[in-house]
């Protein structure tokens, strides 16, 4: 049974940049079923997926946020992480990391790959 | 806002079936699956529905998704107060290089 958990500061500047990092547990980062992403929730709003990587080290991101946006994988620890740069007070959200189911799909076709078990998530406030 | 349209809130009585429907365009609904997730509160987001109407092991028959054309609804079938939670529908968006798009959320409150 997959779990993940998130952790990093909880609290950023502004203009500076915010890095999380997710562990992985009950299974393998390295596992080809998978990818793995990050999705955010600003308070009392929705669901904003900001990207996914796999273990192979190929990402794709939220044209929205891709400028600022930069997630990594490191096999060695079961990790993979999140770096978000230039932040403001917009970024204030819960963070949360999850594993993408995709079977036996070919991870070329990576938007076969759903957002299936969910970290607990971490709160981040960015504020001076 | 949010590409997915979903109405903000719904409500029921124990026992009823209630449905939440979710609106989207030829480049995510009409072209990918939909997938639903419910968010009790203070909780992580845990998926429901996925590729349109399979449910995960452990999820309930009482839940039920389906998807015509450009929108996508979930059903909830024999409610019960835990069934009180937001949910939200999701797909991938073919536009601009691809990217998950989310409704904004439905409050489901049981009566």
């Known amino acids: 049974q997959l779990q993940l958990q998130e952790s990093g500061p909880g609290l950023v500047k502004p203009s500076e940049t915010l890095s999380l990092t997710c562990t992985v547990s009950?299974?393998?980062?390295?596992?080809?079923?998978?990818?793995w992403g990050w999705i955010r929730q600003p308070p009392g709003k929705g669901l904003e997926w900001i990207g996914s990587?796999?273990?192979?080290?190929?990402?794709y991101y939220n044209p929205s946020l891709k400028s600022r946006v930069t997630i990594s994988v490191d096999t060695s620890k079961n990790q993979f992480s999140l770096k978000l740069s230039s932040v403001t007070a917009a970024d204030t959200a819960v963070y949360y990391c999850?594993?993408?189911?995709?079977?036996?799909?070919?991870?070329?076709?990576?938007?076969?790959?759903?957002?299936?078990?969910w970290g607990k998530g971490t709160t981040v406030t960015v504020s001076s | 806002q949010s590409v997915l349209t979903q109405p903000p809130s719904a409500s029921g009585t124990p026992g009823q079936r209630v449905t939440i429907s979710c609106s989207g365009s030829?480049?995510?609904?009409?072209?990918?699956?939909v997938y639903w997730y419910q968010q009790l509160p203070g909780t992580a987001p845990k998926l429901l529905i996925y590729?349109?109407?399979q449910r995960p092991s452990g999820v309930p028959d009482r839940f039920s998704g389906s998807k015509s054309g450009t929108s996508a609804s979930l059903a909830i079938s024999g409610l019960r107060s835990e069934d009180e939670a937001d949910y939200y529908c999701?797909?991938?968006?073919?536009?601009?290089?691809?990217?998950?798009?989310f409704g904004g959320g439905t409050k489901l409150t049981v009566l």
């Open positions: 999850a594993s993408l189911e995709g079977g036996n799909y070919d991870p070329n076709y990576y938007y076969y790959y759903y957002m299936d078990v």
């Open positions: 009950g299974g393998s980062i390295s596992s080809s079923s998978y990818y």
């Open positions: 590729r349109n109407n």
């Open positions: 999701a797909a991938w968006d073919d536009s601009l290089s691809g990217f998950w798009v």
């Open positions: 990587i796999y273990y192979s080290g190929s990402t």
């Open positions: 030829s480049s995510n609904i009409g072209s990918n699956y």
